[in-house]
């Protein structure tokens, strides 16, 4: 597990941008892994910049996202298809036929997991996944107690992460119970992954991830097991490493 320290969220999401666009330049078919929510948003606006700035192009680039809720389509300002239209996808050149994420209102949800488990497969492994930090320590969806050998499926969002994400509605009530979302195994199965942890409300879970032991308790801790993981924190995330 590599440790990188940035000072800020800026240099944090510089950073990261830097690797996919050397990663999407270096491959002719590069399939990208993304997550949804305030830590990558500036990743995001790095990769339009560079695509505006002719650095990078996303042609030839599919991508999977991590998770998606269940009961809103993508219309909803809150589903995460949203929210990658908005803050990514509508903004460079990819093919929309070329970017993926569970559909959180298929009529038949358990089809859907399976089905995009399969879509994953089919092209062969996701080459760069980039992932943020919950407060709990969980990886997309993947709460405390999920099995490390999951697959993507329908999960219960517990009421912590309930509350983190409440910010974005305008009730708390508004926040769905549940989600789909990629396994833990079908993200180990990821040729490389950078997770990325920004601010203070991170830190405990950077240091438990960082300092403490491999369990099913701590979703991310997995991680350890991985042959090429970056984490990338900044000060205020890492403020409370040894
Ligand atoms: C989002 C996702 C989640 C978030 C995590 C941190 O697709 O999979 O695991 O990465 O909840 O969220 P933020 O970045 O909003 O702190």
């Known amino acids: 597990m590599k440790i990188v320290k940035v000072s800020d969220y800026q240099e944090m999401s510089e950073w990261a941008g830097k690797q996919v666009v050397q990663k999407v330049n270096e491959l002719s078919k590069p399939i990208l892994g993304l997550a949804t929510g305030s830590t990558p948003e500036g990743l995001y606006q790095y990769l339009i910049d560079a695509y505006k700035n002719e650095e990078v192009s996303f042609k ?4 999977f996202n991590l998770d998606e809720y269940i009961g809103l389509d993508s219309d909803d300002p809150n589903s995460y298809r949203y929210f990658m239209n908005e803050k990514l996808f509508n903004h460079i050149d990819i093919d929309p036929n070329n970017v993926h994420l569970p559909n959180g209102v298929a009529d038949d ?24 930090l919950g407060v709990n320590g969980h990886i997309a969806f993947n709460e405390p107690g999920t099995s490390f050998e999951s697959r993507t499926q329908i999960t219960d969002l517990v009421e912590e992460t309930i509350e983190a994400n409440s910010r974005f ?23 490389e992954i950078i997770l990325l942890a920004s601010g203070e409300n991170k830190a405990q879970a950077v ?29 205020a995330a890492a403020s409370l490493l040894k």
């Open 60 to 63: 030839n680039v599919t991508t």
């Open 109 to 132: 949800l358990e089809k859907e997991c399976k089905d995009y488990e399969a879509a994953i497969k089919e092209v062969g492994a996701i080459d760069l996944q980039i992932l943020g």
């Open 207 to 235: 240091k438990q991830l960082i300092e403490g032991e491999v369990t099913e308790n701590f979703p991310a801790s997995i991680l350890h097991h991985h042959p090429q993981v970056t984490i990338v924190i900044d000060q």
């Open 169 to 191: 509605f305008d009730n708390k009530e508004d926040v769905p119970t549940q989600a789909i979302t990629m396994g833990i195994k079908t993200i180990m199965e990821s040729k």
